[in-house]
């Protein structure tokens, strides 16, 4: 894996943009593959959206971090969507409250699944995958 610094800050800008309109564009494909899953192959419309806002959460971290290396995105995007998952085991009255609405149960989902930790982790490593393309593009073209 690439794990050079981007330090220029023109690269750095040009990746940022990216990455903010990767993590738009993730969150566009999850929220339709949840709506139109019925269209869908059921292994896409059972896996896709976890996967996806795993991706989403690599986006956002490679928009905060975009001058560290791709490890340390996967790292922080693994823990943050671990936490989550592993979040769902408490079942207190406040957070179920919060879950019950649209926005708390897509950031936050509604119960722990063991097979959501491997979408996430699969939907990480496909957009590190992704993003390790982009940097060698953007590399190659200086």
Do not use: C
Not at 34 to 60: H, S, T
Request: glycine share 6%; aromatic share 16%; hydrophobic share 50%.
């Amino acid at each position: 894996m690439a794990s050079e610094r981007l330090s220029t800050n023109k690269t750095s800008r040009t990746l940022r943009k990216t990455y903010l309109i990767s993590a738009v564009a993730v969150i566009f494909w999850g929220l339709a593959s949840r709506k139109y899953g019925q269209y869908l192959p059921l292994f896409l419309a059972e896996n896709a959206g976890d996967a996806l806002w795993a991706m989403m959460v690599y986006f956002g971290f490679r928009f905060l971090l975009a001058r560290k290396n791709v490890q340390n995105s996967i790292f922080f995007s693994l823990l943050f969507s671990f936490v989550i998952e592993f979040s769902q085991l408490y079942q207190a009255d406040w957070i179920n409250q919060i879950r019950s609405t649209w926005l708390g149960a897509l950031v936050l989902g509604k119960g722990f699944l063991t097979a959501d930790l491997i979408r996430y982790t699969v939907g990480i490593l496909i957009a590190a995958f992704l993003d390790l393309l982009l940097i060698r593009h953007y590399r190659s073209s200086k």
